[in-house]
């Protein structure tokens, strides 16, 4: 239930319960006291004052920092497309839209720091002294205004007021959140469920997915003309008004609805010309557009307990009733959202049970077998009631469809169930495609209007900021692909224009993933869309192509927790993933259509399921040398309401040894660690929060928390001062934190000041600690910083770089392309990367060699690429890609790819410890299975990867001697992402790794991994 993940109600506190104060609250405290002063001083001479501006763009506030004298004035503008603020300490503006801005002035001296409430890494000073004047600049402004309109960015186009704020309505009247029964997601830290519908569909089909039908306002089944509206009793939810349909609606901006008058004279019968419909930019004629709210659906909505007049107890699509001046209704043809039972019979949930008892028996049955009426398993229902609301009473093509959909149901019966059906093929088929394209195309003098979706951030569900990203829509739909400036707190939506397959990401956490399917009830079957466009390389596909089949089976065993894989040490066991049974409606890359009769027997016979998992319990025969950690991110705990642990096992023995939950803090979700070079601590990010913990390496107990920004990821040690460096992977820079975790040493910038928020993840730093490089996930680059200095420059990558590696000698860096499916090689100084018999600056290499976006593979490929470690011998370079579940194993000396190893459901996270007599293990994660794998790069020692093999792996559920200091209650083992092997093996740390009995088993060559040839002579 969601109140179980109600433990702690805070966005961004420095800790779990009631002993500590948010971060808010700690902010504006510590400011206060200094604004105490600001506030109490006498104010200088008008004369003497002078305004400053601080510009707020690309989630920054440009200057961050400023100086000033008592009695200036500072004005912020917000030039950005999304809401902001200014909060902290005597500074307290509204909402600031886009084109907005905000005054205040100055009256005492002290320091104020501020921030934006709806992206939490936007931080701002003004330190105000008193003494001499400051030059004079502009008149100050009123204290705050507002743009009538949003400023759009050039690429990436997010909804007005998109990325914050609780307004219903942005500047210029777009409003925001509303639409016939929206769709509506909540970001969430569960697991699963991280964009939650709060529908309850069943165990096929998780939280994560919603269906909708496509709104039309059937104007033209009345009197075959258009009666006067009522405007009072349209249906919408929530208050909101319709959005803005400008380019949707013909006749609006020249020409007229078929069968209404010019719109620029206003609809007849209704009061008030000049105006607009109430919640209805754009029509004039009507009274109080632009913003007015219209009334709740009521009883109107179909699955609601609301009627079609006239048609008896026939299902309603989801649609309503437009009500008109005269007292009657026309129907909405689809009302957006389906729920409950029309959802179910939709995704033939209805069905499920027969369908598999019958697919359970084996063999390849034909849907006549299925035992199910044809016109339920692919809704057809539905669409002879669509085509009965759309047409004029009487009309001809009512019967004729009758009558084609009865000859389809006969001749299907005889095809295969889990295979495409070509509509094409059937004798009925192009009869009955010509006479559902002649209805679409009748259904266009309809108004048409888009399906809202709204994704709602905020704390206690989500601790930290998120962005609702595209990664998958139907071509046309109007604003796609669609995104966020940045990660956020607080409500956006989109508009849904087009039928077909919506899905997105988070790109902080890319495995948080929500999808819509929007269906036309003039279409047979579900809608994935004619051709659909996938943020990858830029692709447009046609919907059943390869690409689309692998992200959608991906989908379900991620966001379906009960589709995970669930190994044992002991006994082989089944893993059988359920997918929705739903009727999908996809085209070939010629444009004909294919109907997939259940897209969870399509996908089980595409993916081979039902698979059988091997007993595990196979430990390498050699064992490594100290402990690995491994960041069980998905474990659920009785004493706390956030999920995660860190897992160790000891790899003399392999077993799981001990796992820290830390319930004291309500951990949640550590994703990377590391420990100091003595090796008395664990470091550990809250990167569904914005904390760094830091536990007592030997007994596991919580030390202390540091508040570092929102979403950090990883962690890493200086080789030469300890200091730890973080990524706040929802913010623009890494932190240079003390040693032991006490104190913010230095900020560092991983983008130019007032350039686009980069949100850097998986950084990795050169082992003499003069060179640091980030993937920047928002940017699609690299940035490397000079350490010392804190100067960066940017390099190129693929598409969304995720992680980093870096050569033993630090002269090249790997980064993960995590959408572009390739690993980037950059040269850190001199070229460096090999390109064939030559040196280059840059190498992209690419992971799709053998694999067709649309046809498929014809070997192995690798797909949404992680982590990506260079061995301490520069012997291989390993990545962990989630989206195939493979390893792909690259010489570092060749920068090409010699051979690809098994891995398991969302394989995540590599690193390297030592073997024990000489060499390394690579220890490998899964998210969404419970295992830990071990590779050895090199067995024979001889530099060459081609012989690189899994030799061990196991389950890391525990056992009764395993020492924890909570108690599981869901997915032991579960979640692996981030690894840390101790003693750390990589040149620079493995030299001040502290003499002890562990560390002691490390050979010369191990201790010197780069200079061992004069080290170890």
């Known amino acids: 239930m969601r109140s179980s993940r109600h433990y702690s109600p805070r966005m961004f506190p420095s800790g779990r319960g009631a002993p500590r104060r948010s971060r808010t609250t700690r902010f504006i405290a510590a400011s206060s006291v200094l604004a105490l002063g600001i506030l109490?001083?006498?104010?200088?001479?008008?004369?003497?004052?002078?305004?400053?501006?601080?510009?707020?763009?690309?989630?920054?506030?440009?200057?961050?920092?400023?100086?000033?004298?008592?009695?200036?004035?500072?004005t912020w503008s917000n030039s950005d497309s999304v809401i902001h603020s200014v909060t902290g300490g005597p500074l307290n503006s509204p909402d600031l839209?886009?084109?907005?801005?905000?005054?205040?002035?100055?009256?005492?001296?002290?320091?104020?720091?501020?921030?934006?409430?709806?992206?939490?890494?936007?931080?701002?000073?003004?330190?105000?002294?008193?003494?001499?004047?400051?030059?004079?600049?502009?008149?100050?402004?009123?204290?705050?205004?507002?743009?009538?309109?949003?400023?759009?960015?050039?690429?990436?186009?997010?909804?007005?007021?998109?990325?914050?704020?609780?307004?219903?309505?942005?500047?210029?009247?777009?409003?925001?959140?509303?639409?016939?029964?929206?769709?509506?997601?909540?970001?969430?830290?569960?697991?699963?469920?991280?964009?939650?519908?709060?529908?309850?569909?069943?165990?096929?089909?998780?939280?994560?997915?919603?269906?909708?039908?496509?709104?039309?306002?059937?104007?033209?089944?009345?009197?075959?003309?258009?009666?006067?509206?009522?405007?009072?009793?349209?249906?919408?939810?929530?208050?909101?008004?319709?959005?803005?349909?400008?380019?949707?609606?013909?006749?609006?901006?020249?020409?007229?609805?078929?069968?209404?008058?010019?719109?620029?004279?206003?609809?007849?019968?209704?009061?008030?010309?000049?105006?607009?419909?109430?919640?209805?930019?754009?029509?004039?004629?009507?009274?109080?557009?632009?913003?007015?709210?219209?009334?709740?659906?009521?009883?109107?909505?179909?699955?609601?307990?609301?009627?079609?007049?006239?048609?008896?107890?026939?299902?309603?699509?989801?649609?309503?009733?437009?009500?008109?001046?005269?007292?009657?209704?026309?129907?909405?043809?689809?009302?957006?959202?389906?729920?409950?039972?029309?959802?179910?019979?939709?995704?033939?949930?209805?069905?499920?049970?027969?369908?598999?008892?019958?697919?359970?028996?084996?063999?390849?049955?034909?849907?006549?077998?299925?035992?199910?009426?044809?016109?339920?398993?692919?809704?057809?229902?539905?669409?002879?009631q669509a085509i009965f609301q759309l047409l004029p009473t009487g009309d001809q093509r009512i019967s004729k469809a009758n009558s084609l959909l009865d000859q389809l149901t006969s001749q299907v019966k005889a095809l295969p169930a889990d295979a495409p059906i070509s509509l094409d093929s059937l004798p009925v088929g192009p009869e009955l495609e010509d006479l559902l394209e002649d209805l679409r195309t009748f259904a266009e003098n309809d108004v048409q209007l888009p399906v809202t979706l709204n994704f709602n951030i905020a704390n206690p569900d989500a601790e930290s900021a998120h962005t609702p990203t595209s990664l998958i829509w139907p071509e046309g739909a109007k604003g796609f692909p669609a995104d966020v400036p940045g990660a956020f707190v607080g409500a956006t939506s989109y508009q849904l224009t087009e039928p077909g397959l919506y899905a997105f990401t988070c790109k902080i956490h890319p495995y948080m993933l929500g999808a819509v399917v929007v269906d036309d009830p003039l279409?047979?079957?579900?809608?994935?869309?004619?051709?659909?466009?996938?943020?990858?390389?830029?692709?447009?596909?046609?919907?059943?192509?390869?690409?689309?089949?692998?992200?959608?089976?991906?989908?379900?065993?991620?966001?379906?927790?009960?589709?995970?894989?669930?190994?044992?040490d002991t006994e082989e066991r089944t893993w059988n993933p359920q997918f929705p049974p739903a009727p999908i409606l996809m085209y070939d890359?010629?444009?004909?259509?294919?109907?997939?009769?259940?897209?969870?027997?399509?996908?089980?016979?595409?993916?081979?399921?039902?698979?059988?998992?091997?007993?595990?319990?196979?430990?390498?025969?050699?064992?490594?040398?100290?402990?690995?950690?491994?960041?069980?991110?998905?474990?659920?705990?009785?004493?706390?309401?956030?999920?995660?642990?860190?897992?160790?096992?000891?790899?003399?023995?392999?077993?799981?040894?001990?796992?820290?939950?830390?319930?004291?803090?309500?951990?949640?979700?550590?994703?990377?660690?590391?420990?100091?070079?003595?090796?008395?601590?664990?470091?550990?990010?809250?990167?569904?929060?914005?904390?760094?913990?830091?536990?007592?390496?030997?007994?596991?107990k919580f030390i202390r928390q540091l508040e570092v920004g929102p979403d950090p990821s990883h962690v890493m040690s200086r080789t030469d001062t300890d200091q730890l460096h973080v990524a706040i992977n929802g913010g623009g820079s890494v932190l240079e934190i003390a040693p032991g975790g006490t104190r913010i040493d230095r900020r560092l910038p991983v983008q130019a000041p007032g350039g686009k928020i980069a949100h850097p993840h998986a950084h990795w730093m050169t082992g003499d600690a003069k060179i640091m490089a980030t993937p920047n996930v928002n940017t699609y680059n690299a940035t490397l910083v000079d350490i010392p200095t804190g100067n960066i420059r940017h390099e190129k990558t693929g598409e969304m770089p995720i992680a980093t590696g870096m050569t033993p000698d630090g002269k090249k860096t790997y980064m993960a392309d995590f959408l572009g499916a390739t690993v980037s090689c950059i040269s850190n100084y001199e070229d460096a990367c090999v390109d064939g018999s030559a040196k280059a600056k840059h190498k992209s290499i690419n992971l799709w060699g053998s694999y067709d976006p649309v046809a498929g593979g014809t070997g192995p490929f690798g797909g949404l690429p992680i982590q990506l470690p260079v061995a301490p011998d520069n012997s291989a370079l390993l990545v962990a890609n989630t989206?195939?579940?493979?390893?792909?194993?690259?010489?570092?000396?060749?920068?090409?790819?010699?051979?690809?190893?098994?891995?398991?459901?969302?394989?995540?996270?590599?690193?390297?410890?030592?073997?024990?007599?000489?060499?390394?293990?690579?220890?490998?994660?899964?998210?969404?299975?419970?295992?830990?794998?071990?590779?050895?790069?090199?067995?024979?020692?001889?530099?060459?990867?081609?012989?690189?093999?899994?030799?061990?792996?196991?389950?890391?559920?525990?056992?009764?001697?395993?020492?924890?200091?909570?108690?599981?209650?869901?997915?032991?083992?579960?979640?692996g992402q981030g690894v840390l092997a101790i003693p750390l093996a990589y040149e620079g740390w493995v030299q001040n790794a502290p003499s002890n009995a562990v560390n002691d088993q490390l050979t010369c060559r191990q201790r010197h991994p780069v200079t061992y040839a004069t080290d170890c002579s």
């Open 40 to 74: 109490g001083a006498a104010v200088p001479s008008p004369a003497l004052a002078a305004t400053h501006s601080v510009t707020m763009q690309n989630l920054q506030y440009n200057p961050a920092s400023m100086t000033v004298a008592v009695g200036d004035t500072v």
């Open 97 to 384: 839209g886009p084109g907005a801005s905000y005054s205040f002035t100055f009256t005492g001296p002290g320091t104020v720091d501020y921030r934006c409430k709806f992206h939490p890494d936007m931080v701002g000073r003004v330190v105000v002294e008193s003494g001499g004047p400051s030059p004079t600049t502009t008149t100050v402004p009123p204290t705050s205004t507002t743009a009538p309109t949003a400023t759009q960015p050039p690429t990436a186009t997010p909804p007005p007021g998109g990325g914050g704020g609780t307004a219903t309505s942005a500047p210029g009247g777009a409003p925001v959140g509303v639409g016939p029964l929206p769709v509506s997601f909540d970001l969430t830290d569960a697991n699963g469920s991280w964009f939650d519908t709060n529908l309850n569909l069943g165990p096929s089909i998780g939280q994560s997915l919603a269906v909708a039908v496509l709104p039309r306002v059937n104007l033209g089944s009345v009197l075959n003309g258009v009666p006067s509206v009522n405007p009072s009793g349209i249906p919408l939810l929530g208050g909101g008004g319709l959005p803005d349909v400008g380019g949707l609606l013909p006749g609006v901006g020249g020409g007229a609805l078929p069968g209404l008058p010019d719109l620029g004279a206003g609809l007849p019968g209704l009061p008030g010309g000049g105006g607009g419909l109430p919640g209805l930019p754009g029509l004039p004629g009507l009274p109080g557009g632009g913003g007015g709210a219209l009334p709740d659906v009521g009883g109107l909505l179909p699955g609601l307990g609301g009627g079609l007049p006239g048609t008896g107890d026939l299902p309603l699509l989801g649609g309503g009733s437009l009500p008109l001046l005269d007292g009657t209704t026309v129907p909405l043809l689809g009302g957006g959202l389906l729920a409950g039972l029309d959802a179910a019979k939709t995704l033939n949930l209805d069905n499920i049970t027969q369908v598999n008892s019958v697919l359970g028996k084996g063999g390849l049955p034909l849907l006549g077998d299925l035992g199910v009426d044809p016109n339920s398993l692919f809704n057809l229902d539905a669409m002879r």
């Open 523 to 568: 279409t047979l079957g579900l809608d994935f869309g004619k051709k659909l466009g996938v943020n990858a390389r830029g692709l447009s596909v046609p919907s059943n192509a390869d690409i689309i089949a692998q992200l959608v089976q991906k989908f379900f065993v991620i966001t379906v927790e009960d589709n995970w894989q669930t190994f044992s």
């Open 589 to 700: 890359d010629k444009g004909r259509p294919e109907l997939v009769p259940s897209l969870d027997s399509y996908l089980k016979s595409k993916f081979g399921f039902p698979k059988k998992l091997p007993a595990l319990g196979k430990k390498p025969s050699t064992p490594g040398v100290g402990d690995v950690w491994i960041a069980t991110q998905m474990e659920e705990y009785a004493e706390k309401s956030k999920t995660g642990s860190i897992t160790k096992v000891d790899t003399a023995t392999w077993n799981v040894e001990q796992k820290i939950s830390a319930p004291e803090i309500n951990q949640n979700n550590i994703h990377n660690m590391w420990t100091d070079k003595n090796e008395t601590v664990l470091y550990g990010n809250e990167w569904f929060g914005d904390e760094m913990n830091t536990y007592d390496l030997k007994t596991g």
């Open 883 to 975: 989206l195939t579940s493979n390893i792909t194993v690259i010489d570092p000396k060749t920068d090409e790819i010699v051979k690809w190893l098994p891995c398991d459901a969302g394989c995540h996270g590599i690193n390297y410890g030592a073997k024990k007599g000489g060499g390394y293990y690579a220890y490998v994660s899964s998210k969404f299975a419970n295992t830990l794998a071990v590779v050895d790069p090199d067995p024979n020692g001889d530099g060459n990867p081609e012989d690189a093999a899994v030799v061990g792996k196991m389950v890391l559920d525990g056992n009764q001697g395993t020492v924890n200091d909570g108690t599981i209650t869901k997915w032991a083992g579960f979640g």
